[in-house]
């Protein structure tokens, strides 16, 4: 069956007030138009913000409580229509290039052993509306102990990480996949996200599946997309962010059991008791 350009795009919400006009509007200047967009809200405090969007094209809303990334995006995945060819994860913090979606999906078109592909994430400051100058990610990977991290974050955005490659794993903030392999990597639980991770380290999860039923996951340098991360300007992230995140790992490892497991409990226990 000869694939087409039809791409879905999944944005989850929460409190997104601030950043979803901007996001949305970086889909609008897409040189590939997606073919629909679908908003998920979990749980926002107020969702008034959201209530026009479902008046703008192809753009769908679901409304669900807080039931976290995972479930959210699972929910718009759910929703998608049988002709869609390709899958976007997006965050609304998230802002594409005009180039970015067509790159990333005329790369999945020519190279049918690859499930999904990643780009190169710069930072944006959302209070003075511009880059940072500085990466956000260019592939996630992990150190020898087993911590997983976003290669690059924090580093001159310059020439380096300029050629294509395969990664072990690629953030969330801009997923675009090859849906038949989604459809097969969810098959055996039903769903694409695992529906035990609330927040962090779902999208790594995900694509230890992905490589597990042989998929190649790929980082394309010139696949441009500026991110804001969920906790802005300020230089540590809170500590129920960070008690999370620890807690998200202690999950991955249970699900994927390795030696790595030694890491994730001292780190946990580093977070939570000594608030590090």
Same mark, same amino acid.
């Given at each position: 069956?000869e694939l087409? !350009?039809?791409?879905?795009? #999944?944005?989850v919400t929460?409190?997104?007030?601030s950043?979803?006009?901007?996001?949305?509007?970086?889909?609008r200047?897409?040189?590939?138009?997606?073919? %629909?967009?679908?908003?998920?809200d979990?749980?926002?405090d107020?969702?008034?913000?959201?209530?026009?969007?479902?008046?703008?094209?192809?753009?769908?809303v679901l +409304?669900?409580e807080? #039931?976290?990334f %995972?479930?959210?995006?699972?929910?718009?995945?759910?929703?998608?229509?049988?002709?869609?060819? +390709?899958? /976007? +994860?997006?965050?609304p913090?998230a802002f594409?290039?005009?180039?970015?979606i067509?790159r990333a #999906?005329d790369y999945l078109?020519?190279h049918?052993d690859v499930?999904?592909v990643?780009?190169?994430l =710069?930072? $944006?400051?959302q209070?003075?509306q511009q880059?940072?100058g500085l /990466?956000?990610?260019?592939?996630?990977f992990?150190k020898?102990?087993?911590c997983?991290?976003? @290669?690059?974050?924090?580093?001159?955005?310059d020439?380096?990480?300029? @050629?294509?490659?395969d990664?072990?794993?690629?953030?969330?903030? $801009?997923?675009?996949?090859?849906?038949?392999m989604?459809d097969?990597?969810?098959?055996?639980?039903?769903v694409? $996200?695992d529906?035990? $991770?609330?927040l962090?380290?779902?999208d #790594?999860e995900?694509? /230890?599946?992905?490589?597990?039923?042989k998929?190649?996951i790929?980082y394309?340098p010139?696949?441009?997309?500026?991110?804001?991360?969920g906790?802005?300007?300020? =230089? @540590?992230?809170?500590y129920?962010?960070?008690?999370?995140a620890?807690?998200s790992?202690l999950?991955?490892?249970?699900?994927?059991?390795?030696?790595?497991m030694?890491?994730? /409990?001292a780190?946990y226990?580093?977070? @939570?008791w000594? !608030?590090?």
């Open positions: 069956m087409t !350009r039809n791409v879905a795009v #999944i944005i929460h409190n997104a007030e950043v979803l006009p901007h996001c949305l509007a970086s889909l200047a897409q040189t590939l138009q997606p073919a %629909s967009v679908v908003l998920v979990s749980g926002s107020n969702t008034d913000y959201l209530e026009s969007y479902g008046e703008q094209g192809p753009i769908h +409304f669900e807080n #039931i976290g %995972s479930r959210a995006n699972n929910c718009g995945y759910a929703s998608l229509q049988s002709s869609v060819d +390709f899958v /976007l +994860f997006l965050n913090d594409p290039e005009p180039e970015s067509e #999906i078109l020519v049918d499930g999904c990643g780009g190169r =710069r930072g $944006f400051d209070i003075r880059p940072t /990466l956000d990610s260019t592939g996630v992990r020898w102990y087993g997983w991290y976003d @290669r690059g974050q924090g580093k001159p955005d020439s380096r990480y300029n @050629r294509p490659e990664v072990p794993a690629v953030c969330g903030a $801009f997923l675009a996949c090859r849906k038949t989604l097969q990597v969810g098959a055996a639980a039903g694409v $996200f529906p035990d $991770f609330f962090y380290k779902e #790594i995900l694509c /230890l599946r992905i490589r597990q039923c998929w190649r790929v394309l010139d696949v441009h997309v500026y991110h804001c991360r906790w802005g300007n300020r =230089r @540590r992230i809170p129920q962010q960070r008690l999370v620890a807690g790992e999950l991955l490892y249970r699900k994927h059991p390795s030696i790595y030694v890491w994730a /409990l780190k226990g580093l977070v @939570r000594l !608030r590090l």
